[in-house]
């Protein structure tokens, strides 16, 4: 029967009873098939083929949906035991169907079943047409007359065969966020995961570079990047075999995570996200901007706001006084709000550090004796926008919160407790805690009517980690904690539709796509260095559309002069975290003065297309640009970064994504000396072929190009 199989493969004859699910976006496929056992495998994950039936002639990459003890011998997506102690799943195609969605793409459901449990799971693939997009996720039906309790529960299990593969990584530590590594994978598990639980990609971000037969490249090889929309635990699995196979099994973390399902449950996987190019990680990227904006954040097509937010200009030490200064300054600068940070709050245990205060969000009267609503008068009277942080997750020892709900936080009581930043974190599986977030939220908003914009912060991973409502659940608690957090964002984002808001956790502890369906961006890092944000800002950029990657002005790096300080939060969400006193009175004409040129050019950084051109690893400088979508107008950041001595000029910058036979005016925008100077006219061909001279050898220095046809 084997052999019959192969012939029948070889001439593009699927084996009599096989079924094929085609899934396919513009330019890429993944093939599944279900063999006469009715096992269902994928045969294929690439570039589409032109001729559909030339998928018949594939064979089998391994099972879809591999549980423990089906007879595979390496790592299972599923692992699903009963109260009988039966650890075996064997998991058969029962039916699937496609629908059509309400944007005109497709969703592929298939249903699987066990014939002698009665478990069944659901996967579904959502497409992406244009964007070149899919996104899947499973659903586990306790079929059984008894709990069934969920070991590992994956969100997708991808096969790939090729010569090689070379994962890039991101990871790193606060300030220090999305250091890039890539290594080459080899026999074996390589694993990236998080058991933070809340911040919960302080060390490690959930997403990856997959790149076969070669390294990585921006604009050739085949690259698949990958995203768990997941706001805690996670966990990518790479393993290698024998044969140099691999497989991708995404999903959440099962670390300490056992679930029960009772009779008739279901339990949904988040999502896996991916895209696959092989025109290598700068179109992988960019299909996840255009899926990002279009499908998936809050409000991604909409404005983003400028804004100066208090935190480095005063850190807790301000008063009404110091900030209705600032809502001046933020008027003067032409910006379009102001952000009021921590040590808003607090009265019997004033927020004058981070030792006390968190759960108490009554306006301090000591700093604030006239409330919020003088200073949302005060930004009215401007005319720009009040924005408030706030951390309602977590709450200080040192708070009233804590004498009135001891067991509201995650805490064991039996031993000694530890903090992060003096903090706990409130157990957000419990319903009542959820109902007391949403109305502190929504009682701000009722109170206090202006305020247009939270940054929505979380410092603290879980510490102690056990909860009083779970009780004999315990192993619920990182995922129940998870769906309790969305359940309140579901809940505001109903009330409020359009109220955009940034995810923070101490800097970017929180950063993947199911967060982003309820906020607008997020606060990429503490670090505001503009040298180490080149990297950072840069990392970020495989996954993140530029309108989302929050990116201030600050005062770190004195070595650094404001404009290469603003070139680069430019190429992000701009904003100023600055005390505009400091500055000299250049700077500060400067900086009004790059407030307008960035309102001129980010429509372009927001909605255009990113080419990464120059990395900052490994170079001595580093740029990249935006094209609109019709291709007319783009801008370029170029820096020098730490250029050796040398009596050579840089090479010119070869530009990327110009139409080659369209001719493009060029100038520098962005002057100190606020006069903008011409460069020339050239065909987009010259750019992309010769180059525009953007570097030079001095250290530190940058330029913004502006290109119109
Ligand atoms: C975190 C954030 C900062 C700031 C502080 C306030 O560290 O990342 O931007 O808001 O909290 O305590």
């Given amino acids: 029967m084997k052999y019959l199989t192969t012939i029948l493969l070889t001439v593009g004859i699927l ?87 309400e944007d005109n793409n497709t969703e592929t459901v298939i249903v699987l079943s066990d014939e002698v449990r009665q478990n069944s799971v659901r996967l579904f693939y959502k497409t992406y047409s244009k964007e070149d997009v899919i996104s899947t996720y499973a659903e586990i039906i306790n079929g059984e007359q008894q709990p069934v309790y969920l070991y590992k529960y994956a969100s997708a299990l991808l096969h790939l065969n090729a010569e090689a593969y070379y994962l890039t990584q991101f990871n790193g530590d606060w300030a220090a966020e999305v250091g890039m590594t890539e290594s080459r994978l080899g026999f074996g598990k390589k694993i990236i995961d998080s058991n933070l639980g809340t911040r919960t990609n302080m060390f490690a971000s959930p997403f990856f570079v997959l790149s076969l037969e070669k390294n990585a490249e921006e604009n050739t090889g085949k690259a698949l990047i990958g995203t768990l929309g997941w706001t805690g635990n996670f966990r990518f699995t790479f393993e290698v075999d024998h044969e140099n196979k691999l497989r991708v099994i995404s999903g959440i973390n099962p670390y300490n995570s056992k679930y029960e399902l009772k009779v008739g449950e279901t339990f949904k996987t988040p999502e896996f996200i991916f895209t696959y190019s092989e025109r290598g990680t700068g179109e992988a990227s960019r299909n996840i901007h255009s899926w990002a904006r279009r499908h998936r954040i809050k409000d991604g097509q909409g404005e983003r706001l400028t804004l100066l937010n208090n935190w480095e200009a005063t850190y807790f030490d301000f008063n009404e006084k110091k900030i209705i200064a600032l809502i001046d300054e933020a008027k003067t600068l032409g910006l379009d709000m102001f952000l009021l940070d921590d040590g808003w709050f607090g009265n019997k245990y004033p927020r004058n550090n981070d030792n006390a205060g968190l759960g108490d969000w009554q306006p301090n009267k000591k700093k604030l004796p006239n409330g919020l609503n003088a200073l949302t008068a005060a930004t009215a009277k401007k005319g720009i926008k009040f924005g408030l942080w706030i951390e309602p997750e977590m709450v200080n020892p040192k708070s009233e919160l804590i004498e009135q709900h001891p067991d509201w936080a995650i805490a064991w009581n039996d031993r000694t407790q530890s903090y992060f930043r003096n903090q706990l974190v409130l157990d957000m599986s419990n319903p009542e805690v959820q109902a007391y977030v949403f109305n502190i939220i929504d009682g701000l908003l009722t109170t206090c009517p202006n305020i247009s914009y939270f940054k929505w912060d979380c410092n603290s991973p879980m510490t102690n980690v056990y909860s009083a409502y779970e009780q004999s659940c315990q192993s619920h608690l990182f995922i129940d904690y998870v769906k309790g957090f969305y359940a309140v964002l579901d809940k505001l984002k109903t009330k409020y539709p359009h109220l955009p808001m940034m995810l923070c956790a101490g800097g970017g502890g929180r950063t993947d796509y199911e967060a982003l369906r309820y906020f607008t961006e997020f606060w990429a890092s503490d670090n505001t260095d503009p040298i180490d944000r080149l990297y950072i800002q840069w990392g970020y950029s495989y996954l993140f559309p530029a309108k989302t990657i929050c990116s201030h002005v600050t005062a770190w790096n004195k070595k650094v002069d404001i404009k290469f300080k603003i070139d680069v939060a430019m190429m992000g969400k701009m904003g100023f975290d600055l005390n505009f006193s400091t500055l000299s009175k250049p700077d500060a004409e400067f900086c009004k003065y790059a407030v307008q040129t960035y309102n001129g050019i980010k429509d372009i950084i927001f909605e255009g297309n990113l080419y990464r051109l120059v990395s900052p690893y490994n170079n001595t400088h580093t740029a990249s640009m935006f094209i609109d979508n019709a291709s007319k107008r783009a801008v370029v950041f170029a820096f020098d970064i730490f250029p050796r ?65």
């Fill in 15 to 101: 084996p009599l009873s096989a079924q094929q699910i085609v899934i396919n976006t513009e330019h890429t496929a993944l093939v599944l098939r279900v063999d006469k056992d009715k096992r269902l495998h994928q045969t294929y994950l690439g570039k589409r083929l032109i001729h559909e039936k030339e998928y018949d002639m594939l064979s089998n990459m391994g099972e879809v949906c591999i549980a423990n003890g089906n007879g595979d011998y390496f790592e299972p997506a599923f692992h699903i035991s009963n109260n009988k102690g039966n650890e075996t799943l064997v998991l058969k195609y029962v039916s699937h169907q496609v629908k059509k969605t």
């Fill in 645 to 709: 001595y040398s009596k050579t000029a840089p090479q010119p910058l070869r530009l990327q994504g110009l139409q080659a036979a369209k001719m493009y005016r060029v100038k520098e925008i962005n002057r100190y000396d606020g006069k903008e100077q011409k460069i020339g006219t050239f065909s987009g061909d010259y750019l992309m072929s010769i180059g525009l001279q953007a570097f030079t050898g001095k250290r530190l220095e940058s330029h913004v190009f502006y290109l119109e046809e």
